[in-house]
């Protein structure tokens, strides 16, 4: 079974450039997750999707960050403009369905650095 | 708002020692996941658990709902171990169920 695939693994860009990563989640997982990791801190929840549609967006910094799963099945992440302080691993997590009993399976992240 | 704290957040013992990390968080929640952070690498997920124990390998996973506090022990630990253990949970409000990750334990095991 392949695992969550996420692009690029690495990218570097200056302050107020706009940059945009990918993810694919496990076939047939109907829940996608993208989560912000800083240097030394554990990853916040950034947006929740359930197949195409928004379950949680409370922590995306909306003036800034934008993501869609148009079809429910690959999501993108768009940062624009990006600040020095979004400097982080991004990683994507997909599960079978929402809720309790269902295991977050990760992707290897995206490491961005805003130069 | 869930607050997860690990401890302690950095550890270094020698290959073979039982080890012990802690989790505690400060609101109910429906299930705590325990995960693993290689350096430069994903996140893989251990144990997810809601009440009891688990017991994978030389891993093992503990939690008490009312006392709000987990922890994770590794026998016989290999320098192989060495890695970052993060706890996450997930709130029982419903709906919503992203994970709440603590800060992490940064676990090294010496040979």
């Known amino acids: 079974e392949a695992g969550v695939a996420q692009s690029p693994r690495y990218k570097i860009i200056e302050k107020r450039q706009s940059v945009a990563f990918w993810c694919n989640p496990i076939s047939g997982h109907a829940t996608l997750y993208w989560y912000q990791q800083i240097l030394g801190q554990g990853p916040k929840l950034l947006i929740q999707f359930q197949n195409n549609g928004v379950v949680d967006d409370s922590q995306l910094p909306k003036d800034r960050f934008s993501a869609e799963r148009l079809k429910g099945v690959d999501s993108t992440l768009k940062i624009q403009p990006a600040k020095l302080e979004d400097s982080a691993v991004y990683l994507c997590?997909?599960?079978?369905?929402?809720?309790?009993?269902?295991?977050?399976?990760f992707g290897a992240g995206t490491r961005l650095s805003v130069l | 708002k869930n607050e997860v704290e690990q401890s302690p957040q950095n550890l270094t013992a020698q290959e073979g020692e039982f080890i012990t990390i802690n989790c505690s968080y400060s609101?109910?929640?429906?299930?705590l996941h325990w995960l693993q952070q290689h350096p430069g690498g994903g996140i893989v997920s251990l144990f997810m658990l809601s009440s009891g124990k688990k017991k994978h390998g030389r891993l093992i996973a503990t939690i008490n709902i009312q006392e709000k506090h987990s922890s994770l022990h590794i026998t016989a630990s290999h320098p192989r171990d060495s890695a970052v253990y993060i706890c996450a949970v997930i709130g029982s409000g419903g709906g919503a169920d992203g994970l709440t990750f603590g800060k992490g334990t940064h676990l090294i095991i010496q040979p």
């Open positions: 609101v109910g929640i429906s299930a």
């Open positions: 997590a997909s599960s079978l369905q929402a809720g309790q009993g269902n295991i977050q399976y």
